[in-house]
């Protein structure tokens, strides 16, 4: 019922930058979400927190990725952003974006690939 749509992956080149978005259905606002972030999986290994943001605006990131991404939303988009710089091999994954419902239900988008290779 509640869709996220994931968009804005590509292949790029170390040092390179992607800007991904999330689009949630319109029939909700992404304002009425707990939080919102972006996690990746690269083959075989887990899911991993990139990066999240709170209703209120509070962002959270894996050191990994600290100061090189920046999490942002635009609420008259409806829509959450993940600006990636700086990109390095080790970044290379499928990026899923994922909502936390008012009732703690996760919500998962089904996910956008990134490749970094030269």
């Known amino acids: 019922q509640v869709q996220l749509v994931e968009s804005g992956g590509g292949f790029v080149q170390p040092g390179g930058s992607l800007t991904l978005a999330c689009a949630a259905s319109?029939?909700?606002?992404?304002?009425?979400?707990?939080?919102m972030g972006w996690y990746r999986q690269a083959p075989g290994k887990q899911r991993e927190m990139v990066a999240t943001?709170?209703?209120?605006?509070?962002?959270s990131y894996a050191d990994s990725v600290k100061g090189r991404f920046t999490i942002s939303r635009d609420n008259a988009k409806n829509t959450v952003y993940l600006q990636t710089n700086s990109l390095k091999p080790e970044d290379t994954a499928v990026y899923y974006c994922?909502?936390?419902?008012?009732?703690?239900?996760?919500?998962w988008g089904q996910g956008t690939q990134v490749t970094v290779s030269s």
């Open positions: 994922n909502a936390i419902l008012a009732s703690n239900i996760p919500v």
């Open positions: 943001i709170a209703r209120l605006g509070m962002t």
């Open positions: 319109r029939s909700i606002s992404v304002t009425s979400f707990n939080a």
